[in-house]
């Protein structure tokens, strides 16, 4: 009955959906879609909960995944907060918001004002989720209205002329308190040190919760934001060696000015219990955005010079989302199953508008002494687009507990995409209808109380990109396999996942011997991944991850040959934060903490000899609470000021990382 399972009780037991106290959860409906222990999951799935973003004191989501481990930061669209990560070696766009998929289109980058926890769901994914990359994806669980009223007003201001300011006010709308009220509010302005770039974001998330009657709850997630920010592909490496073009050094055009970046989205979701064991989901996200701005974009150097060209964008996309689901708990043959028999629709449409000049180096730069203001070049090229995408799905799975130690996991999601291309301005179109079988299984065995080991294989599919002529290429397709262990030691305190595994993806595009694009690419990732997070005492917590990841192309072309390294995966790479929270004294409510981060040497460009070389920072925060209702934050990056480059698409385009900076923070409970 949801009485039972009711927001006040996740104060006492955690909920996959709720706050987590600490840095350690326990339980995630990521793996499963059902509300699952994590130690009873026969798959890595690794949890960054809202203190970790607290203590960081960040406003987007890359630097908490530095905590997942395997993690890695890839091009983020020119700056445009426009995410794009890879997992176990697999570069991908996909983010996951309350189990729905939100960066179909150029969603920007989600803010961290109203999220609850990070979920990092490690391997294939298909069976439940459809079509998505084989490393893995990332799911964000929203903050949700509470039954006690609060407000809390957090300010910030830092280097480059860096402000922000949060809002967070949840309160009972009725005397039963059956329906409850949450709005998250976040407003900010940033400065760069990077010369002419910046950045500003307006974003609110108000959202509901209704409960009904005991049996049934409605809930309500909104969003609606606004990010508008300069175009900024970074600096270019001169002969293959980072260092002799100043990071500040910005190679796009001023008067450019900022791309608008606009997305809403509304979740509506009914839960109905049937009775003790069988429950009733239903719910549907819609989300639509448009992106539109210009851009002088680098593209190759010749001598000091840096031809450039210029674009202007237009994209307009929308996706609705529609899901049915019935959770049922039941004994047969004396084993205890958990199912989940789920219907999904999607029905996505994408239109790309960014028509642009040729490359020219009369339109260049020079890299160390750029003059700006060149009159803008003529648009030569139409790029217009238009994608379609339909698809239907059925979803089955069965969590099986055959002992009290030994679980399983078996399901599959089968699967029909129907998919349109357009080429507005040839007047050609393509079009595929795909069906899709992607299974998965997993066994996990408790050894002890302290110990489980788990295996699992799955398998997963996504429909490739749109040609540049609009043509419509075969899926890519990955399977992979996983095993490991799930330590929970010193009394509960600390929580582990460390695993091995190894994926295979097919279809990747490349070229021919003709230069045409075709699906024909394979690519493999293999190694070792670790995460952990808890309590050591009552007063240190920590949260560390490490990766070791082998990821290549096995099947390639003259562009990509056989052996190269995959982009902006790192051999080595590691995270570690511990922070000291006062338990006594003048002190007591405050804390003093560090974190450190390292990535080794990595590809910058696929299929070249370029690399970004290893990197590692140290961060430094505290907090000191001045009463109940006042604490003031400081945060200290990169304290040793090293310098570092964060990520590459190509050698022309590398984004270096923020010098030392600093930022202060005060927190009013109003």
């Known amino acids: 009955m949801l009485d039972e399972l009711s927001i006040t009780d996740s104060l006492i037991e955690e909920r996959a959906d709720g706050p987590v106290r600490g840095y350690r959860a326990t339980r995630s409906a990521t793996a499963t879609r059902t509300d699952t222990d994590i130690r009873d999951t026969p798959q890595s799935i690794d949890v960054i909960p809202a203190q970790v973003i607290q203590d960081l004191n960040t406003s987007r989501i890359d630097r908490a995944l530095d905590f997942a481990g395997g993690v890695a930061r890839q091009n983020n669209f020119g700056g445009l907060t426009f995410l794009n990560y890879s997992v176990r070696g697999f570069t991908t766009g996909e983010l996951y918001k309350n189990g729905f998929a939100i960066n179909r289109g150029s969603y920007s980058s989600p803010d961290t004002s109203s999220i609850e926890r990070i979920e990092v769901l490690k391997g294939p994914a298909a069976s439940l989720y459809g079509r998505g990359d084989p490393g893995g994806l990332v799911n964000i669980v929203t903050k949700r209205p509470q039954p006690e009223a609060f407000s809390t007003l957090s300010v910030s201001a830092g280097t480059w002329d860096r402000y922000r300011s949060n809002l967070d006010v949840n309160a009972p709308l009725d005397s039963e308190g059956n329906l409850l009220g949450r709005v998250n509010l976040a407003v900010e302005d940033n400065g760069s040190f990077r010369d002419h770039v910046g950045n500003e974001r307006r974003i609110v998330s108000p959202s509901l919760s209704w409960q009904i009657s005991p049996d049934t709850r409605l809930m309500l997630d909104t969003e609606f934001s606004r990010t508008e920010s300069v175009f900024d592909r970074g600096i270019p490496a001169v002969n293959g060696e980072l260092g002799s073009v100043k990071r500040s050094t910005f190679l796009g055009e001023p008067n450019d000015g900022q791309i608008r970046n606009d997305n809403q989205t509304i979740d509506l979701a009914l839960e109905h219990y049937l009775n003790d064991d069988w429950k009733l989901r239903l719910a549907n996200h819609y989300t639509q955005g448009t992106l539109k701005g210009a851009s002088s974009e680098p593209q190759a150097l010749v001598g000091t010079t840096i031809s450039r060209f210029y674009r202007e964008r237009d994209f307009e996309w929308n996706d609705s989302i529609t899901q049915a689901e019935l959770h049922g708990h039941f004994e047969l043959g004396g084993w205890q199953h958990q199912t989940l028999t789920g219907l999904e629709y999607e029905n996505y449409r994408n239109s790309q508008k960014y028509p642009q000049s040729a490359t020219l180096l009369s339109y260049g730069l020079d890299i160390y002494n750029p003059v700006y203001g060149q009159p803008k070049p003529a648009l030569t090229r139409a790029n217009d687009f238009f994608e379609h995408t339909e698809s239907y799905a059925l979803n089955l799975q069965d969590q099986i507990a055959f002992t009290e130690r030994l679980r399983g996991l ?75 262990l799930k330590l929970d030691l010193f009394d509960s305190r600390i929580g582990a996942t460390v695993a091995l595994f190894h994926i295979d993806k097919e279809n990747v595009i490349t070229t021919d011997a003709l230069g045409d694009s075709v699906a024909a690419g394979k690519a493999r990732s293999q190694g070792l991944d670790l995460q952990f997070s808890g309590q050591v005492t009552d007063a240190l917590r920590v949260i560390g991850a490490y990766a070791y990841i082998d990821a290549e192309v096995t099947k390639g072309d003259a562009a990509i040959p056989e052996g190269s390294d995959l982009l902006g995966i790192a051999r080595h790479s590691g995270s570690l934060m511990a922070v000291h929270a006062f338990q006594n004294g003048a002190l007591r409510g405050s804390d003093i903490g560090a974190a450190v981060s390292y990535v080794g040497e990595r590809s910058g460009q696929t299929g070249s000899a370029f690399t970004l070389p290893s990197y590692s920072t140290v961060d430094l925060l505290a907090h000191y609470q001045a009463s109940e209702e006042v604490t003031v934050g400081l945060n200290l990056n990169n304290l040793f000021n090293r310098k570092y480059y964060e990520r590459a698409y190509n050698s022309a385009w590398v984004m270096p990382g923020d010098p030392r900076n600093l930022s202060v923070s005060l927190t009013l409970n109003l």
């Open 410 to 484: 078996i399901g599959v999601r089968l699967e029909r995409i129907e998919q349109t291309s357009l080429n507005r301005t040839t007047g050609v179109s393509n079009s595929q209808e795909k069906d899709v079988a992607t299974p998965r299984i997993g066994l996990l065995y408790q050894l002890t109380p302290q110990v489980g080991v788990f295996a699992n294989a799955s398998t997963s599919f996504k429909p490739n990109t749109v040609g540049t002529q609009g043509q419509v290429y075969k899926p890519e397709k990955g399977l992979g396999y996983e095993s490991g």
